[in-house]
């Protein structure tokens, strides 16, 4: 099967049909079962754990589902006056040359900075909706299907909010960065549904748990504050069928495999928080040296280790929740978060 992924890159969002977009192509074969064990005539033996799990997660997600028009306060009042978020929270904020601007040229920055950041979430969430969309055929049991099928209108949900939050805010929404790019058109084009597995519940849901609780602390917009509420919800779902569901479909991995796949979770979510990609670009628009604007935020990483921490703890939890977390891959994480190697 060929398809295409809408990557909208509009410089201007004033509504809808303001934004371009390009499309990238991926092809995929994925291998299934038409599955025929709906019921078992023993209630004893009517599933293991991880399916009755599934299934009350499912009934959980029925019993949790909202309306992106319908429950968000959609008034963007703030957006003509406010930063996007806590001054305290802004790694620009103690940067020289942007505190020499004028407050309306760093809310204009700091806007635009944000921005490329939700940019990417949205991005990020397509793929979990495309992905989602795969494996609703592919996992193994009538529990996992259900609650896929809930999950493919969650993520849904989430790629409607955010595009309703960018046109709302007249936000321009940038391509993807590179690192996400080809994180999403791998993870899309594998025959593997496992690593489309991990990729799209432990990796993307992993860095978005912890990202979004960030956001909906820091934001000064309602309406963001709002819609991360409730998607945080649904995320916990996500994370929690994920990790439930891999740590079956891996037990007969070996050592080797699962360092492999451990390794390759670790070294793609580094890659996805890298700030190099925006640096440059901020650089470019503020007139900065962006060698000097990356050293900035390489030395405020070093002063906030906890940033790496809170960013990295929920996929190391979620590794080892599924059964990735190898020895090697832990020292890894704690040399990473450690306060010489934010």
């Known amino acids: 099967m060929t398809a295409v992924i809408n990557m909208y890159t509009g410089t201007s969002v004033s509504n809808k049909r303001a934004m371009s977009h390009t ?18 005539e023993n209630p004893d033996t009517s599933g293991t754990r991880t399916e009755t799990r599934q299934r009350m997660l499912y009934e959980l997600a029925n019993a949790r589902v909202w309306n992106v028009q319908q429950q968000i306060n959609w008034d963007m009042s703030k957006r003509s006056s406010a930063f996007p978020e806590c001054k305290s929270d802004d790694p620009l904020d103690a940067y020289q040359p942007y505190q020499s601007l004028s407050r309306e040229r760093r809310r204009a920055l700091s806007w635009r900075r944000h921005a490329m950041e939700l940019s990417d979430i949205l ?9 989602s969309a795969q494996l609703l055929s592919v996992v193994p049991t009538p529990a996992a299907r259900l609650f896929m099928s809930s999950q493919v209108s969650d993520e849904a949900r ?5 595009i309703q939050y960018m046109v709302a805010a007249k936000l321009p929404v940038s391509a993807p960065n590179n690192q996400l790019a080809r994180l999403i058109h791998g993870a899309l084009q594998s025959p593997d549904w496992r690593y489309k597995f991990s990729v799209c519940q432990v990796l993307i849901e992993s860095l978005a748990l ?3 609780r960030e956001l ?7 309406a963001l504050q709002q819609g991360l509420a409730l998607i945080l919800q649904d995320e916990a779902r996500h994370v929690k069928f994920g990790t439930d569901t891999l740590h079956e479909a891996f037990a007969d991995l070996t050592a080797e495999e699962r360092e492999l796949r451990g390794s390759h979770l670790l070294h793609s979510a580094l890659l996805l928080i890298d700030t190099t990609h925006s640096s440059a670009v901020l650089a470019r628009e503020g007139r900065w040296d962006a060698a000097h604007l990356r050293l900035h935020l390489r030395q405020y990483r070093i002063r906030h280790p906890e940033i790496a921490r809170q960013r990295l703890r929920q996929l190391s939890l979620n590794m080892s929740s599924a059964g990735l977390m190898t020895d090697n891959v832990r020292k890894r994480l704690e040399r990473i978060t450690s306060p010489t190697n934010s």
């Open 123 to 131: 991005h990020g969430e397509q793929a979990a909706l495309l992905l």
């Open 216 to 222: 909906k602390s820091s934001s000064r917009i309602p």
């Open 23 to 40: 499309n990238i192509s991926y092809s995929t074969s994925l291998q299934s079962s038409f599955l025929l064990g709906y019921l078992d």
């Open 158 to 162: 989430h790629v409607d909010f955010f």
């Open 210 to 212: 912890a990202r979004f």
